[in-house]
């Protein structure tokens, strides 16, 4: 299976936008779903099929691609924005069906 | 209102076998994928496999399969996952999952709150 890269750590000031990104050969080929860790928590689904936010997400929240890319970007970032954020999607082989990316740490 | 319910945090021992349970309520069971993903401590998500309850179709990452087996009733619309012998390096947190597809593409909509297993050696 290929590997998703995100980067370790990002930080944004209050109110300002931020970009995270996640980077692999299966993002070119998949849809891409995010997912958003509180400590303590249990993830939530915030995009799913690129760029598509379940019922009840903020608009501030949006995803993309662009090749082998994918991008969440988080507008006027909030204190409660501060989590981890995964991205995954199918592996470019098929198998092993969802590969998660190592998550990025955003800081408020 | 879908809801996964998970059973409570395990202490077992290296060797020693173990099944918890995610209890699914809300939506028809049969029409979705149902599935784990771990989270070792401190470090990110790892898919372990899905299975379907309408065709009993199981899949799992290469990561894990021979290590556990992932299986559900549909009777009582509960998912399981068991070892037949545990290591000290399966301590972590197991999160069921439903994944809808989309585009072919499983993504995961609801969480389980999480099931904390510890193994000692």
């Known amino acids: 299976s290929s590997d998703l890269i995100q980067e370790a750590a990002v930080s944004v000031t209050l109110g300002q936008t931020v970009s995270i990104m996640c980077q692999g050969d299966s993002v070119r080929s998949s849809y891409v779903s995010w997912y958003q860790r509180k400590s303590g928590q249990a993830p939530l689904l915030i995009v799913y099929?690129?760029?598509l936010r379940p019922s009840g997400i903020s608009d501030r929240i949006s995803g993309s691609k662009s090749g082998t890319t994918a991008s969440l970007t988080v507008t006027t970032a909030q204190a409660d924005d501060e989590a981890d954020y995964f991205c995954a999607c199918r592996d470019s082989n098929g198998d092993p069906w969802v590969v998660f990316g190592g998550g990025t740490r955003l800081t408020v | 209102e879908v809801h996964l319910e998970q059973s409570g945090g395990e202490i077992k021992k290296a060797g020693e076998s173990l099944e918890i349970s995610c209890k699914a309520s809300g939506y028809i069971f049969a029409r979705y994928w149902i599935g784990w993903v771990r989270q070792l401590s401190g470090e990110g998500l790892e898919y372990m496999g899905l299975f379907y309850p309408g065709d009993t179709d199981v899949r799992y990452s290469p990561s894990f399969e021979g290590r556990v087996i992932i299986s559900a009733n549909t009777s009582i619309t509960t998912a399981y996952l068991r070892w037949a012998t545990l290591t000290s390096s399966d301590t972590a947190t197991y999160f069921c999952?439903?994944?809808?597809?989309?585009?072919?593409?499983?993504?995961?909509?609801?969480w389980g709150p999480g099931t904390l297993v510890t193994i000692s050696s």
């Open positions: 099929g690129n760029s």
């Open positions: 999952v439903r994944g809808p597809l989309y585009g072919g593409n499983i993504y995961f909509d609801f």
